[in-house]
């Protein structure tokens, strides 16, 4: 019922640019938190960055400065707009949907429990 999907992906040159779109179903996408997560070539995946109901934000230290996550609820569409990549961003960059914590009333920065997973969109910024 509830799904989630990413695109945008590509290849860009370092210090170049690139936007991702999550396009996300559901009557009720404005209370979910949404998260990118990125994982590398033999690497763990990480959390890249979150935006929550209240339009607060998260970021890792890595990108801060370089990428923006935000979200238009009406459009049911979560972005994250990156900019001065680095050969380290190259990636499969994943959405994912927080269904539940917008009961809490609590923001919870990088500890969200996803519930819904986008099947992912290749970066690859070259040297």
């Known amino acids: 019922q509830v799904q989630v999907a990413e695109s945008g992906g590509g290849l860009v040159q370092a210090g170049g640019s690139l936007s991702l779109s999550c396009a996300a179903s559901?009557?009720?996408?404005?209370?979910?938190?949404m998260g990118w997560f990125r994982q590398g070539p033999g690497k763990e995946r990480e959390l890249v960055a979150t935006?929550?109901?209240?339009?607060?934000?998260y970021y890792r230290d890595s990108v801060k400065g370089r990428f923006t996550i935000s979200r238009d609820n009406a459009k049911n569409t979560v972005l994250l707009q990156m900019n001065s990549l680095k050969p380290e961003d190259t990636a499969v960059y994943y959405c994912a949907a927080d269904l539940d914590t917008v009961l809490t009333g609590r923001f919870m920065a990088d500890r969200y429990r996803y519930d819904l997973w986008g099947q992912g969109t290749q970066v690859t910024v070259s040297s």
């Open positions: 559901g009557r009720s996408f404005s209370s979910y938190v």
């Open positions: 935006i929550d109901w209240a339009y607060r934000t």
